[in-house]
C-alpha cells in the first residue's frame, strides 16, 4: 500500500540551529499520528517543515501536490469578516465550494453573521479549525489544535478528525490533549539532534 506521507530521514532547524534529526515514518490514508514531546523539543518545527513553511535541513518529504492543510498556533481569521466569509473566503481559495458542513461541524451557524474580532478565543479557534473541512486535503497537519476550546468544543474537534479519517484522510498531530482516537504515537525526543564529537548542541533553552 502507498503511503500518503513519508518522512525519510529528516533533520530540521530553529534559526540555525539543528532541532532534529534522523525522523523518519510513514503515514498511510485513515492514519492518525500523534507526536509527543515536552515544550521546545521540535514538535512545530517538524510539523512546520512537513507542510512546506521551512525547508528541511536533510533529508524528505513525500506526498501529493497541494495534499497538506496546516493549522498551527495563529488561527488564520480575518478579523473584520464574519464566521461565513472567512470560510466563503477559503473555501474560494481552495475551490472547494460549500460552506455548510464546516459551519454545522464545529457548531458556528448561530454565529455565521458574527465578525470574527468579536469572537470569543474559543470561537476563533473553532473557526479556524473549521477551515480545514473547506481546504478539501488529504492531510491535515496540526499544532497543538486544541488551545482555547472547552471540553465539548475538544469532543467536535476529536469527532471532526475522526470523520476525515473515516474518509481516507490522514492526521498529523501535536497535542497533549486526549482526542478519543486510534492513533499511532511518535515522541520526537529520541530524534534530538546532536554534533558527533561535540557538546550537545542543546543548551537549557531548548530542553
Not at 22 to 29: E, N, P, T
Not at 73 to 87: F, P, R, T, Y
Request: aromatic share 6%.
Amino acid at each position: 500500500m502507498n503511503a500518503a506521507l513519508k518522512v525519510i530521514d529528516l533533520a530540521v532547524q530553529r534559526g540555525s540551529v539543528p532541532v532534529l534529526s534522523g525522523v523518519s515514518f510513514a503515514l498511510q490514508a485513515g492514519q492518525a499520528l500523534v507526536l509527543r514531546g515536552p515544550n521546545g523539543s521540535g514538535k512545530t518545527t517538524l510539523l512546520r517543515t512537513i507542510a512546506g513553511l521551512q525547508p528541511p535541513l536533510a533529508g524528505e518529504v513525500r506526498c501529493a501536490e497541494d495534499a497538506i492543510a496546516y493549522a498551527g498556533h495563529a488561527d488564520g481569521i480575518k478579523s473584520m469578516l464574519s464566521v461565513a466569509e472567512n470560510l466563503t473566503f477559503w473555501a474560494s481559495i481552495y475551490g472547494t465550494g460549500s460552506i455548510d458542513t464546516a459551519l454545522v461541524t464545529f457548531d458556528l451557524r448561530a454565529l455565521m453573521n458574527r465578525r470574527a474580532q468579536n469572537l470569543s478565543a474559543g470561537q476563533k479557534r473553532r473557526l479556524g479549525l473549521a477551515r480545514l473541512l473547506v481546504a478539501g486535503r488529504a492531510i491535515w497537519v496540526l499544532d497543538e489544535p486544541t488551545v482555547s476550546l472547552d471540553s465539548a468544543s475538544v469532543k467536535t474537534f476529536g469527532d471532526a478528525v475522526r470523520g476525515h479519517l473515516a474518509n481516507g484522510g490522514s492526521a498529523i498531530i501535536a497535542t497533549h490533549t486526549d482526542l478519543g482516537l486510534e492513533a499511532d504515537v511518535l515522541d520526537v525526543a529520541q530524534f534530538r539532534a546532536t554534533r558527533i564529537g561535540a557538546k550537545d548542541i542543546f543548551d537549557e533553552a531548548f530542553g
